[in-house]
């Protein structure tokens, strides 16, 4: 199991990254703590370097995570990873909080919620569907401004707007 | 006993009652939403509790707790996929069930035997919780670093396919709840930038770890389309289905009775009981062959299991403050923010919050099973709601859940960060649940640390300190029994799939 090893490495490599680290504290009584929780971190990475390479070690052998076996087993089971869509995902709520802090709470929250329900998915969009999202994405945006603003009066990020 | 009744007019203000059944209906609809995990139901939730009186707060979080493992047996049971690990027993009967018409009829016995399994373990937990408080009373700084250390094997072999990376997701937590000045020296730690000068906040970390990732998958599945279920309501069923449910005792005292003793150890879970006590009822029952095609013993069996598991599954949280599953370590938080710290003093310093809570889940039983029964007919809208709307709104309520707590962009930065690694991290196979005990469990286990290594210095030493005396051994014992089952069950899994 490839993953498993490079997973495991990357631990190991963090850890020892993290242990290194403490000695950037200006009392070291401060470290006394962290530091048998990094080596504990440590000890775990260091098994779970042992356990992938003895994996990898005997062919065929499984791993500990069944599901992700019973996946490998039929690769023709398994869909294609959406990497494009979540990518989109994550710019997305990127964006959002950065306009968020220019705009406010509800402004960026009615355009998010129109962005994800246009951009993630585009596929058979009528007017009538979008019309329907635009709408959705009002109620939605009201519902929260009448919540937050007006029953538990509760402050959200301010913007140029509200 | 006397205590429980002596606070229980607390919750039955007509706010609290209120809050009580907006809760459960809440509940209800979100753990009969595929794809929203009630875990991540009741970490959303959590903020908005911030600014409510702590009772009021906590009969909303008991209240969705209690109704999210109950509402998720509606998707298992109408669409064949449980809303809940705990609902995985119920689909085995329940949706063929549904398959052969008798979608009201199994809906109806889930909510009737889940009341009764979980009135029966709200006894039980009212029963057991003070005297064990008593016991844990005793305990002193080096027995509750133990106890902080069991809660996160424990957490350990519960969420992870991999007891190691549970446990490094464990550490991870605690290493995250050093971040920013520490409490005794008032030195910088781990600041790398200035959003983590004040530390990792419970709230952010809890959201983040839990709604962030639930957002990328749901991502990730939005082409998948669920059918609208077969649901055809008559008249007279619910008296007809109570009579025939009551019929079922042997069912009923299995799953009440597993559900409660599994529900008490930690780290077991509700997945567990419901299992076990379809197991049971099947290999007791005179018609055990007909179980998996739509027997109503088997859905009886483990709804009234997996609901009975929720009052004992609260006994470690209140005492020890081990959470007995992720959902459990959720309100563990919203205990925290409360200032509600969970352990022996709960029931001393906070008597009237904690009674008047326990009280308020005996309530949420009964309200789950009556909207239960009357919503049952609408629960397909709950199911058709897109994928795509729901990642907007758990984005939206988390955005807002983490910015209310302390008014601060910087905890959404954090929120924000943590939720994406924690699903990079998910899937290489790590959980959010430990890393979530990680950091809650933080404080308690430095802070007992730091203090006993103080008197062990000036007294007996290290290892005398913190690895001799009856308490430390037999919980020293038990994280090794919690680890070493998890390791167990790891090598068993991994023979079963070579047999196969």
């Known amino acids: ?162 | 006993m006397a205590e429980f009744f002596e606070y229980l007019p607390l919750a039955l203000t007509l706010t609290n009652l209120l809050t009580l059944t907006l809760g459960v209906i809440g509940g209800l609809i979100l753990g009969a939403t595929p794809g929203l995990s009630p875990t991540m139901a009741v970490a959303l939730l959590v903020p908005f509790t911030f600014h409510m009186d702590p009772t009021t707060g906590l009969i909303l979080l008991g209240a969705v707790y209690t109704a999210t493992v109950a509402g998720g047996a509606i998707s298992a049971i109408l669409i064949n996929i449980p809303g809940a690990p705990a609902n995985i027993a119920t689909l085995l009967d329940g949706h063929p069930m549904a398959k052969q018409g008798k979608s009201q009829t199994a809906l109806y016995m889930c909510f009737i035997s889940s009341l009764i399994g979980g009135l029966f373990g709200m006894l039980i937990m009212i029963l057991f919780t003070p005297p064990l408080a008593k016991i844990a009373l005793k305990f002193g700084p080096s027995e509750m670093f133990w106890i902080a250390i069991f809660g996160i094997t424990v957490m350990a072999g519960l969420s992870s396919g991999s007891i190691a990376k549970g446990l490094f997701g464990g550490m991870f937590g605690l290493l995250i709840s050093t971040i920013g000045y520490s409490p005794l020296l008032g030195v910088p730690r781990f600041v790398f930038h200035d959003v983590l000068t004040g530390g990792v906040a419970i709230i952010p970390a809890l959201i983040g770890l839990f709604a962030i990732p639930q957002v990328f998958s749901l991502a990730e599945k939005l082409d998948v389309h669920i059918e609208r279920p077969d649901y055809k309501p008559e008249k007279g069923v619910l008296v007809k289905t109570f009579v025939e449910n009551l019929k079922m005792v042997k069912a009923l005292s299995i799953g009440s009775i597993v559900g409660s003793i599994i529900g008490v150890i930690p780290g077991a879970g509700g997945q567990v009981s419901g299992l076990i006590a379809y197991d049971q009822t099947r290999k007791f029952s005179k018609r055990a062959a007909s179980f998996g095609t739509g027997n109503p013993e088997g859905v009886v069996a483990a709804e009234s299991a997996n609901n009975a598991m929720v009052g004992p599954s609260l006994i470690p949280l209140l005492t020890l403050s081990v959470p007995g599953s992720p959902t459990a370590a959720v309100l563990l938080g919203g205990l925290l923010i409360h200032g509600l710290f969970p352990g022996p003093d709960l029931f001393l310093t906070n008597a009237s919050v904690t009674y008047a809570f326990i009280g308020s889940l005996v309530l949420a039983q009964l309200a789950m099973c009556i909207f239960g029964l009357a919503m049952s007919r609408y629960s397909y809208m709950v199911m058709s709601v897109p994928n795509l709307f729901m990642i907007a709104a758990v984005t939206v309520l988390a955005v807002y859940g983490t910015y209310s707590v302390q008014n601060s962009f910087d905890d959404v930065i954090v929120m924000f960060t943590l939720g994406t690694l924690m699903y990079i991290g998910r899937n290489f196979g790590f959980s959010a649940a430990p890393v979530v005990l990680g950091i809650i469990l933080g404080p308690i286990a430095e802070d007992n640390f730091l203090k006993g290594k103080l008197i062990a210095d000036t007294d007996v030493g290290a290892f005398s300190y913190f690895f001799t005396g009856s308490m430390n051994i037999t919980i020293i014992l038990l994280c090794a029994a919690s680890i070493g089952y998890s390791i167990y069950g790891e090598i068993r899994a991994i023979k079963k799939l070579k047999e196969r």
């Open chain 1, 1 to 162: 199991m490839r993953r498993e090893l490079i997973i495991s490495l990357f631990l190991l490599v963090l850890t020892i990254g993290l242990y290194f680290s403490l000695s950037l504290m200006e009392d070291p009584r401060a470290a006394i703590f962290p530091k048998v929780v990094i080596i504990i971190m440590g000890v775990l990475s260091l098994a779970l370097l042992l356990q992938s390479i003895i994996s990898r070690g005997k062919a065929g052998k499984p791993a500990l995570q069944s599901d992700r076996i019973e996946e490998k087993k039929n690769p023709a089971a398994q869909p294609s990873f959406p990497i494009g869509r979540l990518l989109g995902c994550f710019i997305l709520i990127v964006v959002y909080l950065v306009v968020m802090e220019r705009v406010g709470f509800y402004v960026s929250a009615f355009l998010f919620f129109i962005a994800v329900t246009f951009l993630l998915d585009r596929k058979g969009l009528t007017l009538r569907k979008g019309g329907m999202r635009v709408g959705i994405a009002f109620v939605f945006t009201g519902v929260l401004f009448l919540l937050f603003n007006k029953l538990l009066v509760v402050q959200t990020p301010k913007g140029v707007f509200f």
